[in-house]
């Protein structure tokens, strides 16, 4: 099955850099995902990673280690409406479906 | 299209009642999830459908549960003789199938508010 541990809660400064680290293990790798969560809304998807390395999407980047069974998630130029909860996930099998973690609650402050 | 659909998007119900969501995914889908979310959590799935197949239930929460995809388009999520601990957001997400990131799109959910 699938283990996902991400930390509950962060909080940081506008302006600043945040890391929202993820480790998992599962029983075969398909991929990982980071989805933002807004309070009230539904998830909507931010990454996908496949491979070793960091992929670079604006403001967001995602790294994956598969040796590690480890990813984060990097903001940069945090901005008040970055303040949201963020899921790391795996597949339960194939390419779908998908297994979520608890969520880590970034809290952007002034 | 709109996106992912859910109605009702609340329901607050007694305990003992049966309740009925339905969702509608956007159009060109064929793969359709249902998934749980309590406070703080994340969405916690209980099973999916491929077209009209459900392909896996076996983490649907117990035999009060049940969903249906009649015809591969809409699909209902049924939670019969409810309980306090069933209150919660359910979320339906839709996906093709055998797309690359297998990439879920969710819909606003359905609060559901049992008393």
């Known amino acids: 099955g699938q283990n996902i541990d991400q930390p509950t809660e962060m909080t940081a400064t506008e302006g600043a850099i945040v890391q929202i680290n993820c480790t998992y293990q599962?029983?075969?790798?398909?991929?990982l995902f980071w989805y933002q969560q807004h309070a009230g809304e539904a998830p909507t998807f931010l990454s996908y990673?496949?491979?070793?390395g960091l992929e670079e999407k604006g403001r967001f980047s995602s790294f994956l280690s598969r040796s590690k069974g480890y990813s984060y998630l990097l903001l940069k130029e945090l901005q008040m409406k970055d303040s949201a909860s963020y899921l790391c996930?795996?597949?339960?099998?194939?390419?779908?479906?998908?297994?979520f973690g608890k969520g880590t609650r970034l809290s952007v402050i002034a | 299209d709109t996106g992912v659909s859910q109605d009702p998007r609340h329901k607050i119900t007694k305990r003992g009642q049966n309740v009925t969501f339905r969702c509608d995914p956007i159009?060109?889908?064929?793969?359709l999830y249902w998934y749980r979310q309590t406070l703080g959590q994340g969405p916690e799935f209980l099973t999916y459908?491929?077209?009209?197949?459900?392909?896996?239930k076996s983490r649907l929460l117990s035999d009060r549960f049940s969903a249906e995809r009649p015809k591969g388009s809409f699909s209902t999520l049924e939670i019969q003789r409810t309980e306090q601990g069933d209150s919660a957001m359910y979320l339906c997400a839709s996906s093709t199938a055998g797309q690359g990131s297998g990439e879920l799109f969710f819909g606003e959910g359905s609060r559901l508010t049992v008393l």
């Open positions: 159009s060109e889908h064929n793969r």
């Open positions: 599962t029983s075969g790798f398909n991929g």
């Open positions: 990673n496949v491979l070793d």
């Open positions: 459908f491929q077209n009209e197949a459900q392909l896996e």
């Open positions: 996930a795996v597949p339960l099998s194939g390419n779908t479906p998908l297994v």
